[in-house]
């Protein structure tokens, strides 16, 4: 009797999941030499969606070597209630990935959509991971 009540409990635990889970996405491949853009429509939130934007160098062992600064560099943006807002970020030289993270307010819906030779829109409930590729000629 006890096993199936922790079996029970177990169960009840991961059907209803973490509410601070966090996804990670795949979002495609950027040129590194041409301008994209990220949308975030925060239109019907009521309170302020949070974003970082991670560009990732070329320098895998810069935590290693203690120059860190050559090998990241990041953005802070922020869209208010109700606002839709587009962001048109220039990525750093020797860029080769970027990762987003988006920080919504807890069960709420927010859409980001990524732009540049492609569309890839992204519905995001709490908080998500957007990774891309950047690819220099």
């Given at each position: 009797?006890?096993?199936l009540r922790a079996v029970a409990v177990l169960m009840v635990l991961v059907a209803t999941g973490n509410s601070a889970h966090t996804d990670s996405i795949y979002a495609g491949t950027l040129a590194g030499n041409q301008p994209w853009t990220?949308?975030?429509?925060?239109?019907?939130v009521n309170d302020k969606t949070l974003f970082t934007i991670?560009?990732?160098?070329?320098?895998?062992?810069?935590t290693e070597t203690g120059r860190l600064g050559e090998a990241v560099k990041f953005d802070l943006l922020s869209v208010q209630a109700n606002e839709r807002k587009v962001f048109s970020p220039t990525i750093p030289k020797k860029t080769r990935r970027i990762?987003?993270?988006?920080?919504?307010p807890q069960f709420?819906?927010?859409r980001i959509e990524?732009?540049?030779?492609?569309?890839?829109?992204?519905?995001?409930?709490?908080g998500a991971s957007v990774a891309l590729e950047v690819t220099w000629p």
């Open positions: 009797m006890r096993a990220i949308t975030v429509d925060n239109a019907t991670f560009y990732l160098g070329e320098s895998p062992r810069a990762i987003i993270e988006v920080h919504a709420v819906t927010v990524i732009a540049q030779s492609f569309s890839f829109p992204v519905d995001i409930v709490g």
